[in-house]
């Protein structure tokens, strides 16, 4: 507890129960839905546990995103003390949050990543092929295949060469780290910030099929955006393209591999994919830090008034296992009704824009883990393994398996 007598936000799932939502929120959700919750700096902001509270705060814009307004409950995902300069478009309100959105909005739409499976199924296999032609046993299956497949295709995506795939995991492990002290967090964000502004300055002289020249070549010739602007959004699509799709690939093959009974059920019918992905976002909700908000009036939820200038944090685990929501919530039911009513991607205007290519790619990689590795164990216990609760996104620092 803090001197104020707040708990911290929980993050640490109840012992011997690693899919569980950290210790607490349970508790929270049925007995004090809104409550209050301990920040580093000392200060508090209002946590939010049940589902329609949160729907409620994520979908009014009275609580804005904008790190920079007081109040705002920061932490070390969201930069310390960002300057408006930096914050990239998630940290802003519309109409600015707006306009910079609709420039990448057609990058990501359902029909674009349609045309891009071809792409995401090669990258998969390639890795798959490794993992087969490897001769050492175990293989760890993050470093194998969960980290590398959706750096592979974001950095396609943005023209990242393939030699700085490691430089730039390198930087989002520090960046979400609970225990990087904010000194080298703040010196990883000026040296990410940097790389991106070498690889746009050297799109901006030849650019290529990619996102960030289309930016330059278009948003960028025409005044729409400066160089700077471009180069934060690299940083942007290259942290939310990557390491979450990632801790949910270990999740999802870890889940699956503990049920051979229902990983034979998709074996067998894989048109109960799509259901099986949204209800493995839902189950495992790996944002563990947010979103959060700060109040611009004084707002009504669930009963509680939050006054202007109070900051919100929304719990995401607590929400996706609301029982007046989700029958059953810790079941883990791929046949569940109303799969898409989780919030593992967030809701309202800021909803996570790459969540068709999030879900493409969770698709692909299990099915061919599944037609392929249909033998595919842990190589180690269950307590053995060692999660990321040292991180504000959750997943498997490593996952030994065999086949």
């Given at each position: 507890?803090?001197?104020?007598?707040?708990a911290?936000?929980?993050?640490?799932?109840?012992?011997?129960?690693?899919?569980?939502?950290?210790?607490?929120?349970?508790?929270l959700?049925?007995?004090?839905?809104?409550?209050?919750?301990?920040?580093?700096?000392?200060?508090?902001?209002?946590?939010?546990?049940?589902?329609?509270?949160?729907?409620?705060?994520?979908?009014?814009?009275?609580?804005?995103?904008?790190?920079?307004?007081?109040?705002?409950?920061?932490?070390?995902?969201?930069?310390?003390?960002?300057?408006?300069?930096?914050?990239?478009?998630?940290?802003?309100?519309?109409?600015?949050?707006?306009?910079?959105?609709r420039m990448?909005?057609?990058?990501?739409?359902?029909?674009?990543?349609?045309?891009?499976?071809?792409?995401?199924?090669?990258?998969?296999?390639?890795?798959?092929?490794?993992?087969e032609?490897?001769?050492?046993?175990?293989?760890?299956?993050?470093?194998?295949?969960?980290?590398?497949?959706?750096?592979?295709?974001?950095?396609?995506l943005?023209?990242?060469?393939?030699?700085?795939?490691?430089l730039?995991?390198?930087f989002?492990?520090?960046l979400?780290?609970?225990?990087v002290?904010?000194?080298?967090?703040?010196?990883?964000?000026?040296?990410?910030?940097?790389?991106?502004?070498?690889?746009t300055?050297?799109?901006?002289?030849?650019?290529?099929?990619?996102?960030?020249?289309?930016?330059?070549?278009?948003?960028?010739?025409?005044?729409?955006?400066?160089?700077?602007?471009?180069?934060?959004?690299?940083?942007?699509?290259?942290?939310?393209?990557?390491?979450?799709?990632?801790?949910?690939?270990?999740?999802?093959?870890?889940?699956?591999?503990?049920?051979?009974?229902?990983?034979?059920?998709?074996?067998?019918?894989?048109?109960?994919?799509?259901?099986?992905?949204?209800?493995?976002?839902?189950?495992?909700?790996?944002?563990?830090?947010?979103?959060r908000?700060?109040?611009?009036?004084?707002?009504?939820?669930?009963?509680?008034?939050?006054?202007?200038?109070?900051?919100?944090?929304v719990?995401?685990?607590?929400?996706?296992?609301?029982?007046?929501?989700?029958?059953?919530?810790?079941?883990?039911?791929?046949?569940?009704?109303?799969?898409?009513?989780?919030?593992?991607?967030?809701?309202?205007?800021?909803?996570?824009?790459?969540?068709?290519?999030?879900?493409?790619?969770?698709?692909?990689?299990?099915?061919?883990?599944?037609?392929?590795?249909?033998?595919?164990?842990?190589?180690?216990?269950?307590?053995?393994?060692?999660?990321?609760?040292?991180?504000?996104?959750?997943?498997?620092?490593s996952?030994?398996v065999?086949?």
């Amino acid at each position: 507890m803090t001197p104020a007598g707040l708990a911290y936000l929980p993050t640490t799932p109840p012992t011997g129960c690693p899919f569980d939502p950290p210790e607490g929120l349970v508790r929270l959700r049925r007995e004090e839905p809104i409550s209050r919750t301990a920040l580093p700096d000392g200060s508090w902001a209002w946590l939010v546990t049940r589902h329609q509270d949160a729907r409620a705060v994520l979908g009014d814009l009275r609580f804005s995103s904008d790190t920079t307004r007081p109040g705002y409950p920061l932490s070390g995902m969201t930069g310390g003390t960002p300057t408006a300069a930096d914050r990239g478009f998630i940290r802003m309100d519309p109409p600015e949050h707006s306009r910079l959105r609709r420039m990448i909005m057609r990058e990501f739409t359902v029909k674009r990543v349609e045309e891009l499976r071809p792409d995401l199924q090669r990258i998969t296999d390639e890795l798959c092929d490794a993992m087969e032609r490897s001769p050492e046993r175990p293989v760890d299956l993050v470093r194998a295949l969960a980290l590398p497949m959706p750096s592979r295709v974001i950095c396609v995506l943005l023209g990242v060469p393939g030699a700085d795939h490691d430089l730039f995991q390198g930087f989002t492990s520090r960046l979400f780290s609970r225990e990087v002290p904010e000194d080298v967090k703040a010196a990883t964000r000026e040296e990410f910030n940097a790389y991106l502004e070498e690889l746009t300055a050297a799109k901006a002289a030849d650019p290529g099929d990619d996102i960030l020249s289309r930016l330059i070549t278009g948003h960028e010739a025409a005044g729409e955006l400066a160089r700077k602007d471009v180069a934060t959004f690299g940083v942007l699509l290259l942290i939310a393209g990557h390491d979450t799709t990632a801790n949910m690939i270990g999740l999802s093959a870890l889940s699956l591999m503990d049920d051979p009974e229902l990983s034979g059920t998709l074996r067998r019918d894989p048109s109960l994919l799509p259901g099986a992905v949204e209800e493995l976002l839902r189950f495992h909700s790996i944002i563990r830090n947010g979103p959060r908000r700060v109040a611009l009036e004084d707002v009504e939820v669930g009963g509680q008034v939050i006054r202007a200038r109070e900051g919100v944090i929304v719990s995401v685990p607590a929400a996706n296992r609301d029982e007046d929501v989700f029958e059953d919530p810790d079941r883990f039911d791929i046949r569940r009704p109303g799969g898409r009513h989780h919030l593992a991607f967030g809701w309202g205007v800021h909803q996570c824009i790459g969540q068709a290519l999030a879900r493409a790619e969770l698709e692909i990689v299990v099915a061919t883990l599944l037609r392929r590795f249909p033998r595919l164990r842990p190589a180690v216990p269950l307590e053995d393994l060692r999660f990321r609760t040292d991180q504000a996104i959750y997943g498997c620092h490593s996952l030994p398996v065999t086949w």
